[in-house]
């Protein structure tokens, strides 16, 4: 799939930057947001993403573009939870990072909309967003491609964060905060976390 790295090509700065508020709890978060790196310049983004950041009055980072292990590893589970724990003491907002926003960042902000109640439905449309503002996918146009994105990446996400177990009969905020406590994450911590997501 094509990736996307001219300004022109998109109708917003936000949608070039891959720049939105997190889908928690079924609503729009004004705490945590999602973008393409601010720091790493590799799609060209990084000048529009610090000028979303600045607009919206973000300055913790917490960034995954470091990280080169795959998502679903014990590595990047262990990684993530000590990055995440990084916001625990921290006043809102937070914004998730990685190269472009897209996969790494997928991943994180997957478990944290688990976490935080979001309905699967709402789910699958965000971790979509990316490939709409990174690589031009058009629900009208694109759909066989949709339905295999949601099959062979979301739903083998989740997949994995369920322990390689089915997931449909399963409640998805129970299986995030499993994968947390898997990783090391103190029930504590876990519920200091949740309270943020629900800011």
Same mark, same amino acid.
């Given at each position: 799939m094509k990736h996307l790295d001219n300004r022109e090509d998109f109708?917003?700065?936000?949608?070039?930057?891959?720049f939105r508020n997190l889908i928690l709890a079924n609503h729009k978060s004004m705490t945590f947001?999602?973008?393409?790196?601010?720091?790493?310049n590799k799609?060209?983004?990084?000048?529009?993403?610090?000028?979303?950041?600045?607009? @919206? !009055?973000?300055?913790?980072i917490v960034d995954f573009s470091d990280v080169e292990?795959?998502?679903?590893s014990d590595e990047f589970g262990f990684i993530l939870v000590q990055k995440l724990r990084t916001i625990l003491g921290e006043d809102p907002p937070y914004i998730i990072q990685c190269d472009a926003g897209k996969k790494r960042t997928g991943f994180v902000c997957l478990i944290l909309e688990m976490l935080s109640g979001t309905c699967y439905t709402d789910i699958v449309n965000d971790y979509l967003e990316s490939y709409k503002?990174?690589?031009?996918? @058009? !629900?009208?146009?694109?759909s066989e491609i949709i339905k295999d994105i949601e099959v062979q990446k979301i739903?083998?996400?989740?997949y994995y964060i369920n322990g390689n177990?089915?997931?449909e009969k399963t409640n998805l905020e129970k299986?995030?905060?499993s994968f947390l406590q898997r990783y090391d994450m103190s029930q504590r911590e876990i519920q200091i976390l949740q309270q943020k997501l629900h800011q």
């Open positions: 109708r917003t700065d936000e949608e070039f930057a891959n947001f999602r973008s393409a790196s601010a720091m790493k799609y060209g983004r990084a000048s529009t993403v610090q000028q979303l950041m600045q607009k @919206n !009055s973000i300055h913790l292990y795959r998502c679903m503002n990174n690589n031009g996918l @058009n !629900s009208l146009v694109n739903q083998k996400l989740i177990q089915d997931f299986i995030a905060y």
